[in-house]
């Protein structure tokens, strides 16, 4: 009898087996889409919030797909992310800025996201920031753009009657601050500090450019160059620019301008703005327009972009993700929780800053860069040379020459090199 029911049971246990095989085929495993986020949102905890949120809402109205965001500090990240890139371990959608999108797209790392995005009415600056040889490398997520913001009590006991607007301006200031201990202009010119944040701005304003049209040399030596690190230079050693803006990261915390030891900056975010208002009190805080310099107003602002990984197993579910992020209720969402604007011409992000306009306003003159594949080694080269012209162990011009030799080669190196 025992022997009958072990022959009955063999069947049955294929039978259960079979069974539970057709279950697991109708249930397939998901699709698992990695995500490598940095802290677009300052908040930490409000940070990793969001995008959980992101997740819950994009797995639930895309069935069968897992979304994992990996939080990621923005220390070390074009290092960390090339390195990913070429060992295959590399995410399938990553946020990257212009200057990165240039880098990445010259080798290979990612693909066009045209398809993923059609339709999108982005605004002309963030589009063409991120378009290179007639494709869209990545899809705007947000809109980052700076202005000019005044401490008046500061210039109100200095005696200047109003806002510094143009270089001129700011000269004529710096001895009625400096008189009571003050500098007029706080500035980062550290290793760590992005050259887009405060002598590309000059440059610019001046008539200059960083890069040759056709991106082969550096072009910030000319006149133009000169005139702006001449300024800057003129500006640090006559005291109107604090000796720790040598080492400042483009932070207004903890800085010179935060702590009012300065009266003004030139290249502050929306948020910095708002967080300067709680500092000094919201009656001593003054948007002003994008500084305007010999030739022009610029106001330096990029797109935040998604970009999809060329080796990504799940090419059709990271457009998807794109897609997803690019309507206007996930670009109202992120602007909302970031403080940043909004990438798309037709949407405006809802903000209770009460400094919101000046910044809408200020995005008439943004302008995103000169994106380029070397544009990090640029400016790591340049940010010394700056630092010796501003404390005038060389000249202006002797600075930027040494800068844009060791440049050039740089460039020449990168076109030597056999293509990925």
């Known amino acids: 009898m025992r022997a009958a029911v072990r022959r009955m049971a063999a069947p049955l246990a294929v039978l259960l087996l079979l069974v539970g095989c057709g279950e697991s085929a109708h249930r397939p495993d998901p699709k698992t889409l990695t995500v490598w986020m940095y802290p677009v949102i300052a908040d930490r ?14 797995e639930r109205t895309h069935p069968g797909v897992r979304l994992t965001v990996s939080h990621r500090p923005w220390a070390d990240r074009d290092r960390k992310l090339a390195e990913a890139f070429a060992e295959g371990t590399g995410p399938d959608v990553v946020l990257l800025t212009p200057d990165q999108v240039a880098g990445f797209e010259a080798d290979g790392s990612i693909r066009p996201v045209d398809e993923a995005v059609r339709g ?8 063409a920031a991120l378009t290179r040889r007639g494709r869209l490398f990545g899809a705007p997520v947000y809109q980052t753009v700076t202005a000019t913001i005044y401490n008046t009590r500061l210039l109100a006991e200095a005696g200047v009657a109003s806002p510094p607007a143009t ?13 009571r201990g003050v500098a007029v202009l706080d500035f980062s010119a550290s290793d760590e500090a992005t050259a887009n944040l405060n002598y590309y701005p000059l440059l610019w304003q001046a008539g200059g450019r960083v890069f040759s049209e056709d991106g082969t040399r550096t072009a910030f030596a000319g006149p133009a160059g000169v005139r702006a690190l001449t300024f800057l230079a003129r500006l640090y050693q006559a005291g109107g620019i604090p000796e720790s803006g040598l080492r400042n990261t483009n932070l207004l915390a903890g800085q010179a301008l935060g702590e009012q030891r300065a009266a003004m900056g030139y290249s502050v975010v929306l948020a910095d703005a708002d967080l300067a208002a709680r500092l000094w009190g919201r009656e001593n805080v003054q948007v ?28 059709d579910t990271a457009d998807a993700f794109l897609s997803f992020m690019t309507e206007r209720e996930q670009v109202k969402s992120l602007g909302r929780a970031s403080g940043y604007l909004s990438p798309l011409e037709e949407v405006e992000v809802p903000n209770a800053s009460p400094y919101t306009k000046q910044y809408r306003t200020a995005l008439a003159s943004v302008f995103p860069g000169e994106p380029h594949p070397e544009a990090r080694g ?15 162990r060389k000249s202006p011009q002797r600075a930027l020459d040494d800068a844009a030799a060791a440049a050039d080669r740089l460039l020449r190196e990168r076109r030597a090199a056999p293509a990925p």
Do not use: C, H
């Open 45 to 58: 905890v409000a940070d990793e919030r969001f995008w959980d949120g992101i997740a819950r809402d994009f």
């Open 120 to 127: 999108r009415v982005f605004r002309s600056a963030a589009r």
């Open 288 to 315: 002003g327009s994008p500084l305007r310099g010999p030739e022009r107003e610029v106001a330096f602002g990029i797109p935040g972009s998604l970009s999809v990984n060329a080796a990504s197993a799940v090419p």
């Open 378 to 392: 640029v400016m790591r080269l340049l940010g010394p040379e700056i630092r010796a012209a501003m404390t005038g």
């Open 167 to 179: 270089w001129e301006e700011i000269l004529a200031a710096a001895p009625k601050l400096r008189r």
